[in-house]
């Protein structure tokens, strides 16, 4: 069952992942894999959150992996905070490993992302779902074991 503009979060929550289960397995590209995409991370929320997003800086001795699609990253953690899952739960329909989504997760936290994305949803008002972002930070702040859930 999709979930609805009027769910609370943590109903949203639960209705989102209890619908991993029949979302197609894959690299992602199914309809399904993008309609789920999209409900976890709207674009009106992933406007809000790509500014506050560290930059990616390549290696100056080059080599490594190519960068992720952040917003890729951004919905499978999301996605995982939000269903209350392990990392290694994470469907293979988000295209990328555990390890690099719960390596961002924790990237994230180290930079402050969860308290500016609390702090920029509380000042601009109605631009994104606040509820739901509201719910995100506060499942990131559970999972990374921060306490202080006013910064």
């Not at 992602?28 to 990616?56: I, M, N, Q």
């Not at 995982?80 to 329909?93: E, G, I, M």
């Not at 490993?97 to 994305?117: D, I, P, V």
Request: proline fraction near 7%; include cysteine; hydrophobic fraction near 40%.
């Amino acid at each position: 069952m999709p979930p609805t503009a009027d769910s609370s979060p943590p109903a949203r929550a639960k209705q989102v992942a209890s619908g991993h289960k029949t979302v197609s397995r894959g690299n992602g590209s199914g309809h399904a894999a993008s309609a789920l995409s999209k409900r976890l991370v709207t674009d009106e929320l992933w406007s809000v959150v790509a500014p506050l997003l560290p930059s990616f800086s390549s290696r100056p001795q080059g080599g490594g992996t190519a960068p992720i699609d952040a917003r890729t990253v951004f919905t499978a953690v999301v996605y995982v905070l939000t269903s209350d899952c392990a990392w290694r739960q994470l469907p293979p329909t988000f295209s990328i490993s555990q390890a690099t989504a719960h390596r961002h997760f924790h990237a994230w936290t180290k930079c402050g992302l969860w308290s500016r994305l609390r702090k920029t949803v509380l000042s601009s008002g109605d631009r994104c779902d606040p509820a739901w972002t509201l719910e995100i930070v506060a499942a990131a702040l559970d999972r990374s074991g921060t306490a202080d859930r006013k910064a």
